[in-house]
C-alpha cells in the first residue's frame, strides 16, 4: 500500500490488523490534507498565536514516527529529526517525547524546510517503522520511563497522535483554502 493511499479500515479484523489499519488511515489523511497545495500555502501558520503549519505537522509526525518506533521500540540510537527551540539550553519542552522525555519536535521550520522533503523524510520514517514493529507481537515489551511499553500502548498512542494532528490539518486547511474533508 502507498501511504498516502487512504483505505477505510476493516470493520472486523483481529486486534493487530485493526490497530495497524487505523494508523495508516491517519497517516494518509494527514498527507492528503497537504495535497495539492503550493509551498508557501505549507508553510502558512493556522491563526495567531499559533505558529502550527501543515508542514510542521508532516516534520513533527515524522519526528514521532522515529521517537516511538526507533527510539523506543528497538532503543535504536538515532537522534532526534529536529530538536526543538526550547531544547538548546536542555529544556524538555512539553509534548509526547519517548526515550528521554521532551517534546519530539519538528513544528518549527527550518528556512530551507520543503514538504517534498519533509514528506521523503516522513516515509521512510514510516517504512523502518513497519519494518520495526513486523516481528514483534503487540504484548512485547521495549524499556520505557524506567518501566516498560508495549508495542499495543506504542500503537494506541500513535493512532491518537496523528488523529489528534489531523485535526489540526483540517482547520488550518480549511482556513488557507476552504477545503474540508478528505
Known amino acids: 500500500m502507498n501511504i498516502s493511499e487512504r483505505s477505510m479500515p476493516p470493520l472486523v479484523a483481529d486486534e493487530r490488523t485493526t490497530l495497524e489499519s487505523w ?11 497537504c495535497a495539492e497545495l503550493p509551498e508557501e500555502r505549507l ?50 519542552g512539553s509534548g509526547s517525547g519517548g526515550g528521554g522525555g521532551g517534546h519530539d519536535g519538528g513544528f518549527e521550520l527550518a528556512e530551507d524546510a520543503t514538504y517534498e522533503s519533509a514528506v521523503a523524510v516522513w516515509e521512510e520514517e514510516v517504512r523502518r517503522g513497519r519494518e520495526n514493529c513486523a516481528g514483534r507481537g503487540l504484548d512485547d515489551t521495549s524499556p520505557f520511563m524506567g518501566g516498560e511499553v508495549t508495542l499495543r500502548w506504542i500503537y494506541t498512542h500513535m493512532i491518537g497522535e496523528y488523529a489528534r494532528h489531523c485535526g ?12 474540508t474533508g478528505v
Open 168 to 179: 489540526h490539518a483540517d482547520l488550518i486547511r480549511e482556513r488557507i483554502d476552504g477545503s
Open 23 to 33: 494508523l495508516d488511515f491517519y497517516r494518509a489523511t494527514l498527507v492528503q490534507k
Open 43 to 92: 508553510r502558512e501558520a493556522a491563526v495567531a498565536p499559533s505558529s502550527v503549519t501543515l508542514l510542521g505537522l508532516v516534520q513533527h509526525a515524522a519526528a514521532v514516527e522515529r521517537n516511538w518506533f526507533r527510539r523506543v521500540l528497538v532503543q535504536e540510537d538515532v537522534p532526534r529529526l529536529y530538536a526543538p527551540a526550547d531544547e538548546s539550553g536542555g529544556g524538555s
